[in-house]
């Protein structure tokens, strides 16, 4: 039997812990790395680390050990779940699955077909926001060993968000110096929002497409995974760019063009 980790023990793996997502936000190494690193802060017998795709409407799954039917279901199923919306919230932190009420479980697909199966009996889900409050994915962690109550590596896991969600967002193209070094590019064709209707962004299209269906920002906000205040910023642009008095004449604009929200 392994020996019992301290406190110590926990906090100097989790800084092992954000020296690979420093490393895998710089694109220097993989997420891999980073679920590797974890497996030092909390033992667990599967994990994984996935990217929100807000146009596909799906996570991505970028490093993980989990079999193929429990990351398909991580990766389209999820976020359908019951309890995926107990645990979005940003003001949250992670949802440990033994603090999952048990009538929300019974009626979780995801515990019930998948890790009721595998075993598990405990671990942790963590949503992972970026620092403007973009939802960009989610951490997994899963164990069939039952962790103590008191255990530290509660605390630390939620303390690593910030580190974790940089890791899984999209990471930034070169730097400037570095597109200059290398020399003018060659002809290309029009950039792709000069193709979109209107001039607005993938994320602008998506909230138009969602006014057709007459849902406020909150409702909005909670489909895209983003905040209120976002969706009406959003929103703002939408009217300024289109030239439009309202959201109820976007709508219109937007049921003309054929744009509708996704199912």
């Known amino acids: 039997m392994a020996a ?11 800084l092992h812990v954000r020296a690979a997502a420093r490393s895998a936000t710089s694109g220097a190494t993989g997420v891999d790395a980073v679920l590797a690193a974890l497996s030092e802060v909390v033992e667990y017998d599967h994990a994984s680390l996935a990217r929100w795709d807000p146009l596909r409407r799906r996570h991505t799954t970028l490093a993980g050990s989990y079999p193929d039917d429990a990351t398909a279901y991580i990766e389209t199923r999820l976020h359908h779940d019951p309890v995926f919306p107990v645990l979005r919230s940003p ?19 995801g515990f019930q077909q998948v890790l009721s199966p595998l075993g598990i009996e405990d671990g942790v889900a963590q949503c992972l926001f970026a620092a403007d409050g973009r939802y960009v994915g989610m951490l997994n962690v899963s164990t069939r060993r039952p962790r103590r109550s008191s255990d530290p590596a509660r605390a630390v896991v939620t303390l690593l968000t910030e580190s974790l969600a940089a890791a899984v967002a999209p990471h930034p193209g ?35 497409a969602e006014l057709t ?18 969706v009406g910023t959003h929103i703002e642009h939408i009217l300024a760019k289109l030239d439009l008095p309202n959201r109820a004449a976007a709508a219109a604009r937007a049921a003309a063009w054929g744009i509708e929200p996704a199912r």
């Not at 019992?4 to 989790?14: H, P, V, Y």
């Not at 269906?213 to 976002?230: D, K, S, V, W």
Request: no cysteine; aromatic share 2%; charged share 25%.
């Open 4 to 14: 019992e980790r301290s406190t110590a023990d926990i906090l100097d793996a989790a």
């Open 213 to 230: 269906a007459g849902r406020t920002n909150r409702e909005i906000a909670e489909r895209l995974y983003i905040t209120p205040r976002t």
């Open 174 to 208: 070169p730097p400037p110096e570095e597109v200059a070094a290398a020399g003018p590019a060659e002809p290309a064709e029009p950039a792709e929002p000069a193709r979109r209707p209107g001039g607005l962004s993938p994320r602008e299209l998506q909230v138009l």
């Open 91 to 109: 003001a949250r932190g992670g949802l440990w699955l033994r603090d999952v009420p048990g009538q929300l479980l019974a009626v979780s697909p």
